[in-house]
């Protein structure tokens, strides 16, 4: 089960390589040069960005929230908050260059006057960020954007990095480069399933409908998981973090009757005793109503490195299950249906970022 043969067959794109070159793909972002603004005195960052560009900023948020002395806001959708202003940084990615969420508030951002620096493989955001004097930080990987996370992630860590938003963390940053590089033979299609710990996640995955529950270190890594395996895999995940699910969503086992569900723990050693509480009392509830809960620890001892370990193994698992399940990974058919059907019955970009016109006047 799961062979290099049988990956190959379903993996017609090669994805799978992208995923074995990570270490290399972590390496060669972290030594590009950077480009950004003056953003020594800012006042807050905000990171913009869709789908696997928005990963980056998630999990920016959970390496940072107890080191960075200013707010980070992730914004996913067409505009900016309106506190907006000439001391916020716009950090805006998109991997294609042509997203038209981050697009949007890139125009945003310099109508408010905004610092703002951009990175994308091309595309428009180039485009714009060129015309409109904007720092572009141009990648020279061009893939899908869930696997291109190393480039989004490396080439931001490095650009706030530069301007002292992250002294005393730089170490993680190559801590987590070299971690990626240990992980990938244990997680390689050459690996047989029974050493295998992405193949092992993903055989008790693929004919269940997951139930993956995090905490405050991992809430991006539970969300990006729901990501990977709702676009490689094809199937829905529900996602919730501790201790808020505590307080609602425990309450929902009572109820089950799908034999399908299944949770999964994302865990980390030294783990705060009530975080570890937590996970121990709620998967008593969760076996005791009759379902299996299975569990993913991430590698490493400081918080990146224990943030990436557990994403990257989790990213290949959801790899491993589109194959059982039959589906090319890298296929996403109803994402281009609707960019499609956005493109024709509005033309967002072109009527309201190109040429300026109101959203309200879009009629």
């Known amino acids: 089960?799961?062979?290099?043969?049988?990956?190959?067959k379903i993996d017609k794109s090669g994805l799978h390589k992208i995923y074995e070159d990570w270490y290399v793909h972590c390496?060669?972002?972290?030594?590009?040069e950077v480009r950004a603004p003056d953003?020594?005195?800012?006042?807050?960052?905000?990171?913009?960005?869709m789908g696997g560009s928005a990963t980056p900023g998630d999990i920016l948020q959970d390496w940072l929230r107890d080191d960075i002395k200013i707010p980070l806001y992730v914004v996913k959708d067409y505009h900016l908050p309106r506190f907006v202003g000439r001391d916020t940084f716009v950090l805006a990615v998109s991997c294609s260059g042509n997203t038209e969420e981050t697009l949007s508030v890139v125009h945003d951002a310099i109508k408010a006057g905004c610092k703002v620096t951009t990175i994308s493989s091309g595309g428009l955001l180039e485009e714009i960020s060129l015309k409109n004097n904007i720092a572009h930080n141009k990648i020279a990987f061009k893939s899908l954007s869930r696997a291109s996370f190393p480039y989004l992630f490396y080439v931001s860590a490095k650009i706030?990095?530069?301007y002292g938003l992250l002294k005393g963390l730089e170490g993680q940053i190559l801590n987590s480069i070299r971690l990626v590089k240990d992980i990938s033979k244990h997680v390689s299609i050459d690996s047989p399933i029974e050493g295998n710990i992405s193949k092992k996640l993903a055989s008790k995955l693929c004919n269940s409908l997951p139930f993956v529950y995090g905490s405050s270190l991992n809430r991006a890594v539970a969300?990006?998981?729901k990501n990977v395996l709702n676009e490689n895999s094809k199937m829905h995940v529900v996602v919730d973090v501790q201790p808020e699910l505590c307080h609602n969503e425990i309450v929902a086992w009572e109820g089950a009757k799908e034999k399908a569900f299944k949770a999964l723990f994302l865990r980390y050693e030294r783990e705060p005793p009530e975080v570890k509480a937590r996970f121990e009392i709620v998967g008593r509830l969760i076996r005791d109503a009759g379902f299996e809960t299975l569990e993913a620890w991430s590698w490493g001892t400081d918080r990146l490195s224990k943030i990436i370990s557990l994403l990257y193994i989790l990213d290949i698992a959801s790899l491993y299950v589109a194959v059982m399940r039959g589906f090319d990974p890298t296929l996403t058919a109803s994402i281009d249906k609707v960019k499609r059907g956005l493109k024709s019955r509005l033309d967002f970009v072109n009527r309201y970022v190109l040429k300026g016109k109101r959203v309200g006047d879009m009629k």
């Open 160 to 162: 706030l990095s530069n």
């Open 223 to 225: 969300v990006r998981f």
């Open 27 to 32: 390496r060669n972002a972290f030594q590009t």
């Open 39 to 49: 953003i020594f005195h800012i006042k807050e960052i905000v990171f913009a960005g």
């Open 1 to 8: 089960m799961l062979s290099p043969s049988e990956v190959k």
